[in-house]
């Protein structure tokens, strides 16, 4: 999937919109986290991020509590 020619303005703050058609084609709605990374050929790369532990950074049988995952093993710590 190759999509590209949107330009778009950058406004005073640092903003820039995020084309519709990219964030449907995407599953990317309002409240989704997005990782930045600029890469060694000056581009900026914008992909949806993958939620991850606070803790530990593990990504497997997380729980969201106050829009922060944790994993399972980490609940498990924090019980003990
Ligand atoms: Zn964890």
């Known amino acids: 999937m190759k999509a590209k020619g949107d330009i778009r303005a950058i ?6 919109v995020v084309p ?5 084609i995407l599953g990317i709605e309002a409240g989704d986290m997005l990782e930045m990374n600029l890469n060694d050929d ?3 790369v914008i ?3 993958t939620p991850s532990c ?3 950074g593990g990504t ?8 922060k ?4 093993k980490c609940v498990k710590k924090l019980s003990e």
């Not at 519709?20 to 449907?24: A, E, G, L, Q, V």
């Open 11 to 16: 406004d005073e703050l640092g903003r820039i």
């Open 20 to 24: 519709k058609t990219f964030r449907r």
């Open 42 to 44: 000056g581009e900026i």
């Open 47 to 49: 992909t949806k991020a």
């Open 54 to 56: 606070v803790f530990c």
């Open 60 to 67: 497997v049988e997380l729980r969201e509590l106050e829009k």
């Open 69 to 72: 995952h944790i994993c399972s």
